[in-house]
């Protein structure tokens, strides 16, 4: 390609920004807290504004038995098909979900704020952000009128924080779509090849109530559940001493993100339930971290007399791991990753678990990047005043614009 085709593939870019950027705020405008995950009106918003732009959006509803057995109210995910010619697919998928915001914002959670250069919202970094990415990194190819082989795929999904198995998971389940590499939505200034997994656990700890006058007559399921939290959590202890080799990540870990229980201040609890989430490394066997989990839990209850334990995974998301297959991806995004935003973009792990890992269990080639800060931790992704900062968003759509002219030109 010659540089005055990236050149202008930028110049398209900055001339329609503004554009892209009003795009990314109707879309945090919309909520889509999961729980309760009712995901289909954001998924409708959002195919209205693709086919403004003339495109054609497939929705695909998820059967309402289906989402309702996982905990939700309503998933529609969509398709947009763009083809060029024969030659390879590339997928383009983000997903919609997102973490309710809970406490502590300074701005509205859906209003899409801008200030000093930054959008505020949940979701604004991870991940609709990208699906103005996505869009407007296509938008910009197809205004160069090149000649390009193969076809764009746009995969906006809504499973993400369940798990990912009625979002792209269901798609390919249905033979919806059979892409031949994907890139999956995550930041910058890297270039994910690899990712944890993550097992989530239900644990019941049963006993028997009683009145608080008379607790001898009772079985109290919190000292129980206090045993099985500190046996869980000297475990976390040992997994520090187990490093993974993946730039990126660094060990195992556990956190035990919500517990309830008893029924008044007066009564000894009869039951406490207790919700934990294993991060597992690449390297782990995720059959042999279940049943490693399992048996502490049992072993820590067996001493209590009284106390019944019921264990039930809630989801299981395989790590990703890269496939051979993946080059084509990394080389194209890393060449103009550098030349836009003027530093190398290494390829990395995350501790993050994504729904991407699906399309590399179907034995598509993954990789992830799109609109983000270097961490985390700076999008304030999951936590109050979520922000982007737009010229992330910027450069990162002229990053996978130049790579997807690459990737498809004859």
């Given at each position: ?14 001339a ?6 009003a ?104 991940s ?18 090149a ?17 990912g ?9 249905q ?13 910058s ?37 206090t ?7 000297e475990q ?17 870990y ?11 201040t007066n ?13 597992m ?34 989801l299981?998301a395989?790590a ?9 991806l ?74 997807l ?5 004859r």
């Amino acid at each position: 390609m010659s540089s005055s085709q990236y050149n202008d593939l930028d110049a398209w870019i900055d001339a329609h920004f503004d554009e892209e950027v009003a795009f990314l705020q109707e879309l945090v405008r919309v909520p889509t807290d999961t729980p309760p995950g009712n995901n289909a009106p954001h998924a409708q918003r959002t195919a209205e504004l693709l086919e403004a732009i003339g495109w054609e959006v497939e929705r695909h509803a998820v059967p309402e038995a289906e989402v309702r057995a996982a905990g939700l109210e309503s998933i529609t995910n969509l398709i947009v098909r763009r083809k060029y010619g024969s030659g390879r697919t590339v997928a383009l998928n983000a997903h919609g979900d997102v973490v309710p915001p809970g406490e502590g914002w300074t701005r509205p959670p859906y209003g899409g704020v801008i200030e000093n250069g930054r959008i505020y919202g949940r979701a604004a970094a991870v991940s609709k952000s990208d699906f103005a990415t996505y869009t407007f990194a296509v938008r910009a190819l197809e205004a160069m009128g090149a000649k390009l082989a193969g076809s764009v795929e746009l995969h906006f999904t809504y499973d993400e924080e369940f798990g990912g198995l009625l979002g792209p998971g269901w798609l390919l389940k249905q033979r919806q779509t059979k892409p031949d590499l994907v890139i999956g939505a995550s930041f910058s200034y890297q270039i994910v090849t690899a990712h944890n997994g993550c097992l989530q656990m239900e644990v019941t700890v049963h006993g028997k109530m009683a009145h608080a006058a008379i607790p001898d007559t009772g079985i109290d399921a919190l000292q129980g559940a206090t045993r099985i939290l500190n046996a869980l959590y000297e475990q976390n202890t040992l997994y520090r001493k187990v490093r993974s080799s993946v730039p990126g990540i660094n060990h195992p870990y556990l956190n035990v993100g919500r517990i309830e229980g008893g029924t008044n201040t007066n009564v000894v609890p009869g039951k406490v339930v207790l919700k934990l989430d294993r991060r597992m490394i690449p390297e782990e066997d995720p059959a042999q971290v279940e049943a490693g989990i399992r048996g502490v839990i049992n072993e820590a209850a067996s001493g209590l007399p009284g106390i019944t334990v019921e264990i039930k995974r809630l989801l299981l998301a395989r790590a990703l791991k890269p496939l051979p297959g993946n080059a084509p991806l990394v080389e194209a995004l890393q060449r103009h990753g550098q030349r836009v935003f003027g530093e190398p973009i290494p390829t990395t792990g995350t501790p993050l678990y994504t729904d991407a890992r699906l399309y590399c269990e179907a034995g598509i080639p993954a990789v992830l990047y799109g609109a983000g800060p270097r961490t985390v931790l700076e999008s304030n992704a999951k936590r109050a005043d979520e922000n982007l900062l737009l010229d992330d968003l910027r450069r990162a759509t002229k990053v996978v614009a130049c790579a997807l002219l690459d990737l498809l030109s004859r």
